[in-house]
């Protein structure tokens, strides 16, 4: 069974534009690795410029295995790079009943 997740990426000073070059290779290379679904993610920012993608793991094994691939890896030194992680909670959005967020296109 897939897992759904929401992911939060706040850029980091000046890597906005980096950030969604990473953000546009995470899905083909996660699928690349056999690692999530064939659902597209949905990508979108926070008032504050937080992006936030919302993506579907195939399994918790999926998620696991990602740890010790390689391409996974490479790929999220890329992230730590251009951005912190942050918890939806932590976006003013993320307090609100309906939140609502800019469509972004990757």
């Not at 000046?14 to 995470?26: C, I, N, T, Y």
């Not at 504050?48 to 999926?62: M, P, Q």
Request: net charge negative; with cysteine; aromatic share 10%.
């Amino acid at each position: 069974m897939g897992v759904f997740v929401i992911a939060c990426f706040r850029p980091r000073p000046g890597k906005d534009a980096e950030l969604l070059d990473v953000v546009r290779d995470h899905l083909p290379i996660l699928r690349s690795q056999g690692l999530v679904t064939d659902r597209p993610s949905y990508v979108m920012r926070a008032d504050d410029g937080t992006i936030v993608e919302v993506f579907e793991w195939k399994s918790a094994e999926a998620i696991e295995a990602a740890h010790s691939n390689e391409a996974v890896q490479q790929l999220w030194e890329r992230f730590e790079a251009t951005c912190e992680y942050e918890p939806i909670g932590s976006l003013a959005e993320g307090r609100e009943l309906f939140p609502g967020f800019e469509p972004v296109d990757v």
